[in-house]
């Protein structure tokens, strides 16, 4: 009776589906990483394992059964999520979840995490960093025209991202709206959002089991596209690399989906979830990626040369792109990138999670994590100087060498080379 209104909301969103998710789909521990527990939780691991196999039948036959696949993964989580968005945006309480959406929080960009989400959610997005990109891209003709096609791609992640917020804050503010909550009390990041908040949201409408229903199937279709597409973009590497993997190709596979299964046993322990959250924040986080994306376009538009770029890019479609593109990776792109990466570093907290503070070793493990990425840009490049001959200078100007031919070089060196010819040679008096 004497309950004050904090107390009333913090009994509001102690809801059933909160208990579910925690005590039966992750039974997590209430020891965090002191105890991680055994693996008794059979149907995650059930799951896990349907989940790669269905990856490995999506991939053994490369492209030739991914391009199938790939029209139903793609174009049925659209069609959901426009259901959902038409859907939710008739429900009552549904403008003040899209206002939500659309009123910015100036204040929150004083926060490092909010940036290195942001980037994060770019890299993933646009599946940049992932080889994803490189390795699908290498299947399509020489000279199709890859930078109309980077536009197109551009835009419909973008529209898509962008679309998808109306379809989630309009269902959470029907939400709120229902449990007597404010918006931003309904909103929750990471797994909790699409595990916990939406389901809550979706189960408040009419027809539960139909939205959730096709909620989780798009969840499902979404993962599967994403995973076996990163896969299949690694696995290309050791295609190009090693004979006996394009020989054995079903084999090799079936090898490594296998190997992924059993690492991600990890994950499905008690204490997995803490552990995951680990590999999200470091591993995988935004952090890496904004790294890795500095380096890329250094080493595009000043290692390799964007004039270089051009030419080849030239000599495939046929004309010059937008020198807006060159002016992007070689000024905007590396320092906006290496300004998040400066700026995460100073503002570094430890990892926290809810209430649960992570041990030292913990954000150790997480910062080994992360340095693994890091460091391979700069370790590469030491390898290649190291590998040259002659002076410092000399090894180094091997390792920015270009290794792949430019258009009209070989005129190029030809034309010197006749320049050098026809030098008068000087007589000494």
Not at 86 to 108: H, T, W
Not at 281 to 291: C, R
Not at 368 to 379: A, D, K, R, T, Y
């Amino acid at each position: 009776m004497n309950a004050t209104a904090s107390e009333k909301r913090e009994m509001n969103i102690t809801l059933p589906i909160q208990e579910f998710w925690h005590k039966y789909v992750l039974r997590r521990s209430e020891d965090g990483l002191d105890s991680i527990g055994g693996l008794d939780n059979w149907p995650m691991i059930g799951c896990l394992f349907l989940s790669w196999v269905l990856i490995y039948f999506c991939i053994f036959r490369g492209t030739k059964s991914t391009g199938k696949i790939i029209y139903f993964t793609s174009i049925f989580p659209f069609l959901t999520l426009l259901i959902i968005l038409v859907r939710g945006c008739m429900l009552p309480g549904a403008i003040d979840g899209i206002a939500f959406y659309l009123k910015p929080n100036i204040s929150q960009l004083a926060r490092a995490e909010v940036w290195v989400q942001a980037g994060s959610q770019v890299c993933y997005s646009y599946a940049i960093c992932f080889a994803v990109l490189v390795a699908y891209g290498s299947y399509s003709a020489k000279h199709s025209d890859c930078y109309k096609r980077t536009f197109y791609l551009s835009i419909s992640c973008s529209a898509t991202s962008f679309i998808g917020g109306f379809a989630v804050f309009a269902v959470l503010g029907n939400m709120a709206q229902v449990l007597g909550m404010d918006v931003k009390d309904c909103v929750r990041s990471g797994p909790g959002l699409a595990f916990i908040t939406y389901p809550t949201a979706l189960s408040l409408m009419p027809l539960p089991q139909f939205w959730n229903g096709c909620f989780f199937l798009m969840l499902i279709l979404l993962a599967v596209d994403s995973q076996f597409c990163c896969l299949e973009g690694g696995l290309c590497i050791f295609y190009d690399r090693y004979k006996w993997t394009r020989k054995n190709r079903e084999l090799f596979v079936a090898i490594v989906c296998f190997g992924l299964f059993l690492f991600g046993l990890l994950f499905v322990t008690p204490g997995g979830i803490y552990i995951f959250e680990i590999f999200n924040n470091y591993a995988v986080g935004g952090i890496s990626l904004l790294w890795l994306v500095t380096w890329q376009s250094i080493g595009i538009g000043w290692v390799y040369g964007a004039r270089r770029y051009y030419d080849i890019i030239k000599e495939m479609i046929g004309y010059y792109p937008s020198p807006y593109m060159s002016i992007c990776f070689c000024y905007v792109c590396p320092a906006l990138t290496s300004s998040v990466t400066l700026f995460y570093m100073i503002n570094y907290t430890p990892l926290r999670v809810d209430s649960y503070v992570y041990p030292s070793w913990a954000n150790a493990l997480g910062w080994f994590l992360l340095m693994s990425s890091f460091l391979c840009v700069p370790g590469w490049a030491i390898f290649e100087i190291y590998s040259a001959e002659g002076s410092f200078m000399e090894r180094f100007r091997h390792a920015c060498k270009p290794r792949i031919s430019v258009p009209g070089a070989e005129k190029t060196e030809h034309l010197i080379a006749m320049t050098e010819f026809q030098k008068p040679v000087p007589v000494a008096v």
